[in-house]
């Protein structure tokens, strides 16, 4: 089992950076592939990053390429996801994801969730 706690969520104003971080309990950490979803609200969720495993390769949605950037420390079985020229589009809660598959791309594929954290952007 892997439990993940997400932090750093909070209220910005447009073109502000953030930073969300997401603490996994458990010491298989290191072999899953990691990353963030979002949903707003009335909205379905919807992937934003992932990364994988050893941090090797890391995906994006169309939306958050270019402003964000996700990364991990095994050590500290953290992942994070900085996030710059936040937009009022970007509202929502965040939620950290992980999985034994290699990578993912859809809620479908999430073997773990964390309870997500709140980004509110006011414009």
């Known amino acids: 089992q892997v439990q993940l706690v997400e932090s750093g969520g909070g209220l910005v104003q447009a073109g502000a950076s953030l930073r969300l971080s997401c603490a996994a309990s458990?010491?298989?950490?290191?072999?899953?592939?990691m990353g963030w979803f979002r949903q707003a609200p009335g909205k379905e969720r919807e992937f934003v990053a992932a990364i994988t495993s050893n941090g090797g390769s890391r995906y994006y949605a169309d939306s958050a390429k270019g402003r964000f950037t996700i990364s991990r420390d095994n050590a500290k079985n953290t992942v994070y996801l900085q996030m710059r020229s936040l937009k009022p589009e970007d509202t929502a809660v965040y939620y950290c994801a992980g999985t034994a598959r290699y990578l993912f791309g859809s809620p479908g594929e999430v073997d773990y969730w964390g309870q997500g954290t709140q980004v509110t952007v006011s414009s």
């Open positions: 458990g010491r298989t950490f290191s072999s899953y592939a």
